[in-house]
C-alpha cells in the first residue's frame, strides 16, 4: 500500500519536473500554477492528517522567509521562490536515506549544483584558447579577471538566455562582473559577446531535491566525514 510519503514525494517530484520543463521552454511560470500544487500540499495535508507532519511543515516551512529575501535581492527568480515554500508544504523534511536533512537542504544543495556550469565553462574557454581562439581580443584586464570572466561565462556568437558580462569604457572592453537580477535584467541579443548564462534555477532545484532524496545534505554529510 501507498504511503504517504511516497505520495508527497511524487508529487514533490512532479511539480519540480513539470516546472523546469517549462521554465526551460518558456523562461516564465504563471502564479497559478504554485496554486496548483500548494492546493495539492494542503489537500494530503488533510487527508493524512497527523501532528507530526504538522510540526515538520511548520519546520520545513523556516525556508520560506529565506527564498523571499534571496528573491526580493535578485538572487533568483520569483517562481524559484514559490518552488521552495510549495516544496516545504509537500515535501516537509522528507528524504529516502538515513541521512539528516533539513529545511535548507534542497537549497543547499542546489547551490553546490552551480559548479556544473563552472566547470562547463571553464573546460569550454580552455578549449578555445588552446585551439587558438582569441576570446580575450579587445580586452585589457588583469589575468585574475579573465579566469573570473571564464568561471561564470563565455563568449557566444549568438546569445540566447545569457546576459551579457562586457561594457566599454573609454572605449576599451571590459569585463562586468556584477550579479544580475533575475527578475529584471534583460537577455544579451548582440552577437559575439560574453555572457553569463541564465541557467533556470529550477533545474538546480530538482537536482538538489533529488540528492535530498537520495543522499541527504551535501554539506552536513561532508562535515560528519571530520
Known amino acids: 500500500m501507498i504511503e504517504v510519503e511516497q ?4 508529487a ?11 521554465d526551460i ?19 494530503i495535508s488533510v487527508i493524512f492528517w497527523s501532528e507530526s507532519y504538522l510540526v515538520r511543515i511548520g519546520y520545513a516551512m523556516i525556508i520560506a522567509p529565506i527564498a523571499l529575501i ?14 521552495l515554500i510549495v516544496l516545504a508544504g ?12 533539513t529545511p535548507l537542504t534542497t537549497l543547499s544543495n542546489a547551490a553546490i549544483l552551480i559548479i556544473i ?4 565553462n571553464m573546460i569550454r574557454n580552455y578549449y578555445a584558447v588552446v585551439t587558438g581562439q582569441r576570446i580575450f581580443e579587445g580586452f585589457e584586464e588583469s589575468r585574475g579577471k579573465k579566469i573570473a ?12 538566455y545569457g546576459f551579457s558580462i562586457e561594457e566599454l569604457k573609454e572605449g576599451k572592453k571590459k569585463f ?33 531535491f533529488i540528492i535530498q532524496l537520495i543522499f541527504g545534505d551535501i554539506f552536513l554529510n561532508f562535515f560528519k566525514m571530520f
Open 117 to 120: 556550469p563552472i566547470s562547463v
Open 90 to 101: 509537500l515535501c516537509p523534511v522528507l528524504t529516502l536515506s538515513q541521512n539528516p536533512v
Open 149 to 160: 570572466a571564464s568561471m561564470i561565462g563565455h563568449k557566444s556568437k549568438n546569445p540566447k
Open 176 to 208: 562586468s562582473l556584477r550579479i544580475h537580477n533575475a527578475e529584471t535584467a534583460e537577455f544579451c541579443t548582440s552577437p559575439n559577446t560574453w555572457i553569463t548564462q541564465g541557467i533556470p534555477y529550477l533545474l538546480l532545484i530538482t537536482g538538489g
Open 7 to 10: 505520495i508527497r514525494i511524487i
Open 12 to 22: 514533490g517530484l512532479a511539480m519540480l519536473s513539470i516546472s523546469s520543463g517549462i
Open 25 to 43: 521552454w518558456k523562461r516564465e511560470i504563471h502564479d497559478y500554477y504554485w496554486l496548483i500544487f500548494g492546493a495539492i500540499a494542503l489537500v
Open 70 to 83: 534571496v528573491w526580493r535581492m535578485g538572487l533568483f527568480g520569483g517562481a524559484d521562490a514559490f518552488a
